[in-house]
DNA sequence: AAACCGTGCGACAATCTGCCACATCCGTGA
DNA sequence: TCACGGATGTGGCAGATTGTCGCACGGTTT
């Protein structure tokens, strides 16, 4: 098989920008070529230069959805393998997407290694080996909680409505150190 | 029994003998022939009779989960329309179920209304909505659940060990309800 | 058969959560 | 300036949840 003739070329579509750079970074380090988008109508602007082999995107940006990207990404090249990646999910969207063609559908927070697995999870070569530990429970809420938290400017009493959570939960949570992960 | 030749045959796997039998009453009495199975592997013995045109299928039952009857139900009939029909929904089964060619996929407590437009219903469309708040904790930590068990073929140990949760815990939180979101 | 492994479940103590009750602060508008 | 609404820190307490142990049962492997 010829695999070096050139790098497989990854599109990144979410408006976080910090999000984006922090795993276009982690992706090319793993030797694919990159580029980010913060919208979809930007994505579709690229799509001719860059036609992208992997791509991940989110669901709630300003403008459209990047679900409606999809059949867009697939006419460009049908053999492309879409994550939908988002810190919105819902049963209702995720459906959506993988009838729409998405190769799979993950929630934020998801480390560089689980977008990738789920990516090449679909691939024809049946690669069938579980990579690392996944996030603990606590970790997960953690890092969920600091993202609540930090859409609503530190606003704890906004943070833990938007969450469905006590304030005095939510206090004695932020109180505590967060969880950490032993290998 | 008068068997109406035109009518579509509809069947009911879920062990939730009085859901069934209500369900099935209702769907009856909108024209449709029905049949009800307490298993996945009882509906297995029922399909050389009772050749489904339409199916709903539980998850969570007592031995195989409906899930594992999609490629069965397609192959039988490859124009099979199928709803997955659960009360523990999640983001991976539906993802997983999708995958698989179910039509669609549905929380419990649905009506029959709901349950007959999303079997009838037709192309997917783009414009689905998206959620305006973050996942609740527990929601959220209820997907991950889910998604590590998939990833480890269901087996609550494996898992267990995975999330660095003690596997009574794990078992317990499996045992409740997924918390369910308003929309 | 014996040794494992995964699973379901009872019991109990340690912890955590939901919830009420204050007591501060901090802007804003009357 | 003084209320007023909203955010925040804390204490307390009953009830829910978790971490552990233990035991039984049914499969698989050896």
Redesign the pocket.
């Known amino acids: 098989m010829d695999t070096n003739s050139t790098a497989l070329r990854f599109l990144i579509v979410d408006d976080d920008e910090t999000f984006s750079r922090v795993l276009s970074r982690a992706i090319k380090r793993r030797g694919y070529e990159t580029a980010i988008a913060g919208s979809a109508e930007q994505a579709l602007t690229m799509l001719e230069t860059f036609r992208p082999d992997l791509a991940t995107l989110d669901l709630k940006m300003d403008g459209a959805s990047g679900i409606t990207l999809i059949p867009q990404l697939k006419t460009v090249n049908p053999d492309i393998r879409i994550l939908i990646l988002t810190g919105y999910a819902s049963i209702s969207t995720a459906v959506e997407a993988i009838k729409l063609g998405a190769t799979d559908y993950l929630a934020k927070p998801a480390d560089t290694d689980q977008i990738l697995a789920k990516l090449k999870g679909a691939a024809p070569d049946p690669d069938v080996e579980i990579a690392d530990k996944p996030m603990s429970v606590g970790r997960l809420e953690w890092e969920h909680i600091q993202k609540v938290l930090t859409e609503h400017e530190?606003?704890?009493?906004?943070?833990a409505r938007a969450l469905g959570?006590?304030?005095?939960?939510l206090?004695?949570?932020l109180?505590?150190r967060p969880v950490r992960e032993e290998h």
């Open positions: 530190g606003n704890i009493s906004a943070t959570m006590h304030r005095r939960t206090q004695r949570k109180q505590k």
